[in-house]
């Protein structure tokens, strides 16, 4: 069965400094994995997918992501954070046996940016 | 650039009433998805839809919930008769190729439910 943990519920940055928000999944077969972020009464925005190709995945507004299959792993990265980063982001796990193609949530991670 | 539309934006119904919420997906895409989250949980699945019927259904997913794609353009999801419980944020997406987890899936913005 697929599952995904983020280890860390609340992450709190300064403005321009590092992102790391952590992710660890669980996929029985061949993942595709992906970071979406939700800001306050928004819907869920793609940021970037990992599909076997490059495991180094550059997604939108600076963000990247590696994936690592020997940790099982697909943490989410940013170089400097922007105020305008603040926002949840969920890690998602879509499994190719999975004939639906559901996607699986981890429980999210709130990104807070002080100034 | 095309995007998925829900309507309507909030709902607010009375606990026993049925409720049906609206969405377009992007035109070109086949597979269809319901979410919803409640408040302060995670995003969880409730089915998705090819080829004009259910290819899967999870476990909330029960006798009170159906989807619809009545004509070619909305995919909707009714609730026959709204629990306290089903309060939440429901989030469809809409997926463009078959065959493959790697296709992206687009989300609506989403309808607020709750139920009095």
């Given at each position: 069965?697929?599952?995904?943990?983020?280890?860390?519920?609340?992450?709190?940055?300064?403005?321009?400094?590092?992102?790391?928000?952590?992710?660890?999944?669980?996929?029985?077969?061949?993942?595709?994995?992906?970071?979406?972020?939700?800001?306050?009464?928004?819907?869920?925005?793609?940021?970037?997918?990992?599909?076997?190709?490059?495991?180094?995945?550059?997604?939108?507004n600076?963000?990247?992501?590696?994936?690592?299959?020997?940790?099982?792993?697909?943490?989410?990265t940013?170089?400097?954070a922007?105020?305008?980063?603040?926002?949840?982001?969920?890690?998602?796990?879509?499994?190719?046996?999975?004939?639906?193609?559901?996607?699986?949530?981890?429980?999210?991670?709130?990104?807070?940016?002080?100034? | 650039?095309?995007?998925?539309?829900?309507?309507?934006?909030?709902?607010?119904?009375?606990?026993?009433?049925?409720?049906?919420?609206?969405?377009?997906?992007?035109?070109?895409?086949?597979?269809?998805?319901?979410?919803?989250?409640?408040?302060?949980?995670?995003?969880?699945?409730?089915?998705?839809?090819?080829?004009?019927?259910?290819?899967?259904?999870?476990?909330?997913?029960?006798?009170?919930?159906s989807?619809?794609?009545?004509?070619?353009?909305?995919?909707?999801?009714?609730?026959?008769?709204?629990?306290?419980?089903?309060?939440?944020?429901?989030f469809?997406?809409?997926?463009?190729?078959?065959?493959?987890?790697?296709?992206?899936?687009?989300?609506?913005?989403?309808?607020?439910?709750?139920?009095?």
């Amino acid at each position: 069965a697929q599952s995904v943990t983020q280890l860390d519920s609340h992450v709190s940055v300064s403005e321009g400094t590092p992102v790391l928000l952590r992710c660890n999944y669980s996929s029985s077969y061949s993942p595709s994995l992906f970071w979406y972020v939700q800001h306050p009464n928004k819907g869920l925005q793609l940021l970037l997918k990992y599909t076997s190709a490059a495991t180094l995945v550059k997604g939108i507004n600076g963000f990247e992501a590696e994936f690592k299959k020997s940790e099982t792993s697909f943490h989410l990265t940013k170089p400097s954070a922007h105020m305008s980063d603040a926002a949840e982001y969920f890690c998602v796990v879509s499994d190719q046996v999975d004939s639906s193609y559901k996607l699986i949530f981890g429980s999210g991670t709130r990104l807070l940016v002080r100034p | 650039e095309p995007e998925v539309t829900q309507t309507p934006s909030h709902q607010v119904t009375q606990m026993g009433q049925e409720v049906i919420l609206r969405c377009v997906p992007i035109s070109n895409h086949l597979y269809f998805y319901w979410y919803r989250q409640i408040l302060g949980q995670k995003v969880e699945f409730l089915v998705s839809f090819y080829n004009n019927e259910i290819s899967e259904k999870s476990e909330i997913f029960d006798d009170q919930f159906s989807v619809e794609r009545p004509d070619g353009s909305n995919f909707t999801l009714k609730i026959r008769s709204t629990k306290l419980e089903d309060s939440a944020m429901y989030f469809c997406a809409s997926k463009r190729l078959t065959g493959t987890s790697k296709e992206t899936q687009y989300f609506g913005p989403g309808t607020r439910l709750l139920v009095l």
